[in-house]
T-cell receptor, first 114, second 111 residues
Framework: DAEITQSPRHKITETGRQVTLACHQT?????MFWYRQDLGHGLRLIHY???????NKGEVSDGYSVSRSNTEDLPLTLESAASSQTSVYFC?????????????FGPGTRLTVL | QKEVEQDPGPLSVPEGAIVSLNCTYS??????FMWYRQYSRKGPELLMY????GNKEDGRFTAQVDKSSKYISLFIRDSQPSDSATYLC???????????FGGGTRLMVKP
């Protein structure tokens, strides 16, 4: 079955380290998204991509980067992890650019920055 | 001031009750309104969406949009313990595929 996976599911790191969170989908969706979820803030968009080689900044992109070298993967990199980036990170994908296309979410990565 | 406001709850109801979940928003450009359900330690999943004002029904779930008041609601009839989850509203305008989410309301349905 097609799916969207994230790895690792849990990560503890130290301030200043570079961290990469993986997202892989097997639906061949063009659109992929990264969100963070924090208590009281809901889901906030970090970066998104509408296709290979396309990346765009979302609402809270500072300190994060993404690259899209193929359709299936959109890794999220924290260049120098900060305690404020402790959060649960969700990756999502959707087929096309239609607004009503469902975004399918991965299971999430819980990141703790000490 | 957040663009989308949602009472975090928790909202605790007995099994069989009618549940009302609500969001208010400030951006009049929002045209599409979605409700996502998120079980504990899982990713959100889309329940239903509506366009502009009006009602939409899907089984035990009814979504209402009142654009004049910038207020949307999700009603759950005959609530079940399996409905216990966090419900997130999300909305977007006509321009693109970016969603703005509310903070979510945690619902607990007691048997």
């Amino acid at each position: 079955d097609a799916e969207i996976t994230q790895s690792p599911r849990h990560k503890i790191t130290e301030t200043g380290r570079q961290v990469t969170l993986a997202c892989h989908q097997t639906w061949n969706h063009n659109n992929m998204f990264w969100y963070r979820q924090d208590l009281g803030h809901g889901l906030r968009l970090i970066h998104y991509s509408y296709g290979v080689q396309d990346t765009n900044k979302g609402e809270v992109s500072d300190g994060y980067s993404v690259s899209r070298s193929n359709t299936e993967d959109l890794p999220l990199t924290l260049e120098s992890a900060a305690s404020s980036q402790t959060s649960v990170y969700f990756c999502a994908s959707s087929p096309q650019g239609r607004i009503t296309d469902t975004q399918y979410f991965g299971p999430g990565t819980r990141l703790t920055v000490l | 001031q957040k663009e989308v406001e949602q009472d975090p709850g928790p909202l605790s109801v007995p099994e069989g009750a009618i549940v009302s979940l609500n969001c208010t928003y400030s951006n009049s450009a929002f045209q599409y309104f979605m409700w996502y359900r998120q079980y504990s330690r899982k990713g959100p999943e889309l329940l239903m969406y509506t366009y502009s004002s009006g009602n939409k029904e899907d089984g035990r779930f009814t979504a209402q949009v009142d654009k004049s008041s910038k207020y949307i609601s999700l009603f759950i009839r005959d609530s079940q313990p399996s409905d216990s989850a966090t419900y997130l509203c999300a909305m977007t305008n006509n321009a693109g595929n970016m969603l703005t989410f509310g903070g979510g309301t945690r619902l607990m349905v007691k048997p």
